[in-house]
């Protein structure tokens, strides 16, 4: 398992060079310039120059991002151009709030999407099942960040139970913070409910169907306990690769959840550093994003084989 963890772990490497090179090239070439949003539009040509040498701006960009590379291989995403905070502390800080978003999202999915999917393939056919196909294609259909206004309007503005927007850190009030969560797990979590829901029903559905399970049932076995026992176990290996995949789609929707209930996370950070051109900050969070996927695959990956024995790794 060691040998196989590590040579994930190298075959990532590459990936991680592509996305780091796109992105950079892609961020420089972006038309809107620092040093105009720092200095202002009008400001002299010659401080502009100044300011961009003084920033490193002015050198090609495969120098720029060979410097840059070597800082981030130790750690040193460099520092933002307007609040010379160093980036590593900056996204330390937003990178926690959006992944503790983004696993409440997905808890709220596994929580909602398995049991309905449970549900609807030991019934198929059936008015539950039909009930189910309708939840799913809402769940579908409905984008996150619209059902994340009609839950504020609701829930907050009418109903005033929870908080409208805002963000209280879980070290100062434990009770806020998860009260103030409820609302964007919610509305992220939605949708990949929907999602796992739908894959859950047609792998039980698969899984019922198996000769084990005619077997076990000849032999005089509760069905009950086969489905809690061997069937939803066999039928979590597809579902397994649907969650890695959804995983990575909630760390990315988290950004517009964020936006819509003033969250401050990697997302808000990232929409900011978009529209300054905030070079090193969009570099180093969006590299970090492509790392948090990697390890989600490799995690998704590790769990094939505590699940089924006949894929886990020599």
Same mark, same amino acid.
Request: aromatic share 6%.
């Given at each position: 398992?060691?040998? *196989?963890?590590?040579?994930?772990?190298?075959?990532?490497?590459?990936?991680?060079?592509?996305?780091?090179?796109?992105? *950079?090239? $892609?961020?420089?070439?972006?038309?809107?310039? +620092? =040093?105009?949003?720092?200095?202002?539009?009008?400001?002299?040509?010659?401080?502009?120059?100044?300011?961009?040498?003084?920033?490193?701006?002015? #050198?090609?960009? *495969?120098?720029?991002? &060979?410097?840059?590379?070597?800082?981030?291989?130790?750690? %040193?995403?460099?520092?933002?151009?307007?609040?010379?905070?160093?980036?590593?502390?900056?996204?330390?800080?937003?990178?926690?709030?959006?992944?503790?978003?983004?696993?409440?999202?997905? /808890?709220?999915?596994?929580?909602?999407?398995?049991?309905?999917?449970?549900? @609807? /393939?030991?019934? +198929?056919?059936?008015?539950?099942? #039909?009930?189910?196909?309708?939840?799913?294609?809402? @769940?579908?259909?409905?984008?996150?960040?619209?059902?994340?206004?009609?839950?504020?309007?609701?829930?907050?503005?009418?109903?005033?139970?929870?908080?409208?927007?805002?963000?209280?850190?879980?070290?100062?009030?434990?009770?806020?913070?998860?009260?103030?969560?409820?609302?964007?797990? &919610?509305?992220?979590?939605?949708?990949?409910?929907?999602?796992?829901?739908?894959?859950?029903?047609?792998?039980?559905?698969?899984? $019922?169907?198996?000769?084990? =399970?005619?077997? $076990?049932?000849?032999?005089?076995?509760?069905?009950?306990?086969? =489905? $809690?026992?061997?069937?939803?176990?066999?039928?979590?290996?597809?579902?397994?690769?649907?969650?890695? &995949?959804?995983?990575?789609?909630? =760390?990315?929707?988290?950004?517009?959840?964020?936006?819509?209930?003033?969250?401050?996370?990697?997302?808000?950070?990232?929409? %900011?550093?978009?529209?300054?051109?905030?070079?090193?900050?969009?570099?180093?969070?969006?590299?970090?994003?492509?790392?948090?996927?990697?390890?989600?695959?490799?995690?998704?990956?590790?769990?094939?084989?505590?699940?089924?024995?006949?894929?886990?790794?020599?």
């Amino acid at each position: 398992m060691t040998k *196989f963890v590590l040579q994930r772990l190298l075959s990532a490497l590459p990936t991680l060079l592509l996305v780091s090179a796109f992105v *950079f090239t $892609l961020v420089h070439l972006t038309p809107t310039d +620092p =040093v105009a949003q720092i200095l202002g539009e009008g400001a002299p040509a010659a401080d502009k120059d100044a300011l961009r040498e003084q920033m490193g701006l002015s #050198r090609p960009i *495969f120098e720029q991002y &060979i410097d840059w590379l070597g800082g981030a291989v130790t750690g %040193d995403l460099g520092n933002s151009l307007y609040t010379s905070i160093p980036v590593s502390e900056s996204i330390s800080t937003g990178i926690g709030i959006t992944l503790s978003l983004a696993i409440a999202g997905m /808890a709220i999915a596994l929580l909602a999407g398995v049991p309905l999917g449970v549900l @609807g /393939a030991l019934r +198929p056919g059936t008015t539950a099942d #039909r009930l189910l196909t309708t939840v799913v294609a809402l @769940g579908l259909a409905v984008p996150s960040f619209w059902l994340g206004l009609l839950l504020v309007l609701v829930f907050a503005v009418n109903l005033g139970w929870l908080p409208v927007v805002g963000y209280t850190p879980i070290g100062e009030d434990p009770g806020a913070w998860a009260t103030g969560m409820i609302l964007p797990a &919610i509305a992220l979590g939605s949708h990949t409910a929907a999602v796992i829901a739908r894959q859950t029903r047609s792998a039980m559905i698969d899984a $019922l169907e198996s000769p084990y =399970v005619t077997t $076990l049932l000849a032999r005089g076995i509760r069905k009950r306990k086969i =489905v $809690l026992r061997y069937a939803i176990k066999n039928a979590m290996v597809p579902v397994l690769a649907v969650i890695a &995949i959804q995983m990575s789609v909630l =760390v990315a929707a988290s950004f517009v959840i964020e936006r819509i209930f003033a969250v401050p996370g990697l997302g808000t950070m990232l929409i %900011d550093s978009v529209v300054r051109a905030d070079y090193p900050v969009l570099q180093g969070a969006i590299v970090l994003v492509a790392v948090i996927v990697l390890l989600v695959n490799l995690g998704a990956d590790l769990l094939y084989g505590v699940i089924n024995p006949k894929v886990r790794p020599q």
